[in-house]
């Protein structure tokens, strides 16, 4: 197992006290943010400090030049390369995240506000996109389940449902004559896999906060899960009894899976998922490598699915 | 066959100057020997194995399309483009080459497992191999001599299956990407109109005969 501690440490109980106090740093960089605004390439790039954290994967990091310049973010248009090129047009700041549905504490948060839940925590993770590549990527971040819990879910809440921001004066993918999705980007978790303490909102990555094309100013990340399930951008977070709607299974639901497990056995109707080319390894004469179950997180996953067929639920 | 084309091309007075066939083959070949440049000396971006095959089946198909515009060029326009067509044609063959090259070598590692799996399983892999297989006879009886020995006729029946060729180049491009995003469509309505020229044009001709007694 490449992971260098099982899943059962709380990250409060081994977050270094200094970090706590990060929260302010990241807001001095949100300053900083403003004051060079000006510069584009600086958009979305302000120091961020964070503890390591015990989930991380002990592999070689994609470099931050191909985690920043190639992405899928269809709201800026379907080449890998477009949401580097067009995404400065995001205003990220100020941020609102709704957060409604069944739970005992509904609100509009801002994005200071909702990082008071927990400490900035770096987590490498491996990411497989449902396309068969994968990145290594340092995520800063907080657990999910930090906010969750202090937003109290009602009993009946099973699901937890999330929503990009919905701007087609910022989005050219959202102008389109022929929409490549249903926008709003939709996605949602079932409560307990959005409470696994894998599940991450991201705020950040090397170092820094998120550049707009890899979802700023925050996004989540679900390292068991294909990329697309990691929805960028996000203004609202809805509790909600039933399976929600999601963008690609609404799609192509033959396709895309409310699940999306990483599973090598359960190959896209399309293509393999048996292998995957890992970025930025090996350049044109790159080896694939074999996919690993839940992208290698099965030890710490596993046990939330159990006893379902994995075939039927992808 | 040029001849009649140059006497339709003359009529109307409009020529292009000439230039020798070889050029052709010479400017083709630039975007892959570029690509594969960029992509051993990591121009490429974050994944040059994908962006060096895409970029070779994309020329492909560009390729493909220009021999398909040879003759509405030449009925429409007046454009005779004739004597470029074989080396549009061949080069449209040689990137297809390529790209199944690409694929099986950089791509898929020759895991021949893999690739058997993907030809059987995967509806745009099938596609795009039996559309590589409808070009390879017309590629191998490009010669003078081919058409010799074929007889004018026969060649040009057989080189009809260019446009099942290109029929099934615009369903593997939109098969193999995700949703509908528009450039697979848009080639696939170029072609959509480069064969329905054709279709509206022998149906036209056949109609022709009969309305002439009444």
Known sequence: MLIRHPADILPSEITPREVYLSRRQWM???????????????????????????????????????????????????????????????????????????????QQVGLDDLLKSSALEERVYRMRCVEGWSMVIPWIGIPLADLIKRVEPLGSAKYVAFETANRPDEMPGLRSVFPVLDWPYREGLRLDEALHPLTI????????????????????????????????????????????????????????????????????????????????????????????????YAEQVAGLYSGMDLRKLY | MPVRASVQGSKKGFSLPQVPKILVYIVGFIPAVWMFYAGITDQLGADPMRALEQALGLWAFRFLIATLAITPLRQLFSVNLLR????LGLLAFYYA???????????????????????????????????????????LTSTNAAIRRMGGQA????????????????????????????????????????????????????????????
């Open chain 2, 84 to 87: 470029y067509r074989r080396a």
């Open chain 2, 97 to 139: 080459l390529l790209h199944l090259v690409t694929y099986m070598v950089l791509d898929q590692g020759l895991d021949w497992a893999a690739i058997g799996a993907d030809i059987v399983k995967r509806p745009y892999i099938t596609i795009g191999m039996a559309t590589f297989v409808i070009l390879l006879p017309l590629a």
């Open chain 1, 28 to 106: 001095a960089g949100a300053a900083g943010l403003a004051l060079t605004a000006a510069l584009p390439k600086e958009l979305g790039a302000a120091p961020l400090s964070a503890a390591k954290s015990s989930f991380s994967v002990d592999e070689k990091l994609t470099s931050r030049e191909d985690v920043t310049s190639y992405n899928n973010y269809y709201e800026f248009g379907v080449d890998k390369a477009d949401p580097a090129k067009n995404a400065g047009t995001l205003k990220t700041s100020p941020w609102t995240v709704t957060i409604d549905g069944l739970v005992g504490k509904p």
């Open chain 1, 201 to 296: 909102l991201a705020v950040g990555l090397y170092g820094e906060t998120l550049p707009n094309q890899n979802g700023a100013p925050i996004r989540l990340v679900v390292p068991w899960k294909y990329g697309f399930k990691g929805i960028k951008s996000i203004t609202r977070i809805s509790f909600v009894e039933k399976q929600p709607v999601t963008a690609w299974n609404k799609q192509a639901p033959n396709e895309y899976g409310f699940y999306a497990n990483v599973n090598p056995n359960v190959d896209h109707p399309r293509w393999s998922q048996a292998t995957e080319r890992r970025i930025g390894e090996g350049g044109l004469f790159v080896k694939r490598r074999p996919t690993l179950m839940f992208n290698g």
């Open chain 2, 155 to 214: 060649w040009a029946r057989l080189h009809r299956l260019v446009y099942v060729a290109a029929l099934g180049a615009a369903l593997h491009f939109i098969l193999v990407v995700k949703s509908w995003p528009p450039e697979p469509l848009i080639y696939a309505a170029i072609v959509a109109v480069l064969l329905g020229y054709r279709l509206v044009r022998s149906l036209g001709r056949r109609a022709e005969p009969r309305r002439r007694p009444a």
